[in-house]
């Protein structure tokens, strides 16, 4: 029997395999577990989404020939920039993304309550908010913000980030 063998599109079909990793201090990069990486075609629409592994991995398979983009997101993190990679003949790309955490995304506040020395609220006092720094041996206090006590003697802070602070109150005379 004579057979005719007619190439088959879905048997050239190729993969984008990676890595999402978290910029660290001083170059250092960990992976990133759980970052949802999403995979456009060259017309921008999307192809398909997947999940990053414990390790940071994530996988796209059956992909056809042509130019794709991938975008990775993650809450708390900002992604260093978009992906590309060219899929050729079921070529397989392996690319490494890379993310930052996004400070502005794990902010708290500090407040309290100001009072004089038998317990009564104090309105209108100045409060200080100082981020403690200690290098070695060395501790530096940084004033970041500033603000006034209301009628019931309160104050608030907001959008601060991770770290060691120092509150400070001086009634103005």
């Not at 790309?93 to 890379?98: D, G, K, P, R």
């Not at 100001?114 to 100045?126: E, H, L, P, Y």
């Amino acid at each position: 029997m004579n057979l005719v063998c007619v190439p088959e599109v879905t048997l050239a079909l190729g993969a984008i395999a990676g890595v999402v990793m978290v910029s660290g201090l001083m170059g250092a990069s960990t992976p990133l577990a759980g970052a949802k990486v999403t995979l456009q075609n060259p017309d921008g629409t999307t192809a398909a989404v997947t999940y990053t592994a414990a390790d940071g991995e994530f996988a796209f398979y059956d992909l056809a020939d042509g130019v794709y983009t991938l975008i990775s997101s993650a809450e708390g993190y900002r992604a260093d920039s978009t992906m590309t990679a060219v899929i050729t003949g079921g070529s397989i790309a392996n690319v490494s993304m890379s993310m930052t955490v996004d400070t502005r995304t794990y902010n708290g506040t500090v407040s309290g309550i100001i009072r004089d020395t038998s317990g009564q609220a104090v309105a209108g006092c100045f409060v200080g908010l100082y981020r403690v720094t200690t290098v070695g041996t060395l501790t530096q206090e940084q004033l970041v913000a500033v603000t006034k006590t209301n009628s019931a003697g309160k104050y608030l802070f907001g959008g601060v980030t991770g770290g060691e602070y120092l509150v400070k109150a001086k009634l103005e005379q």
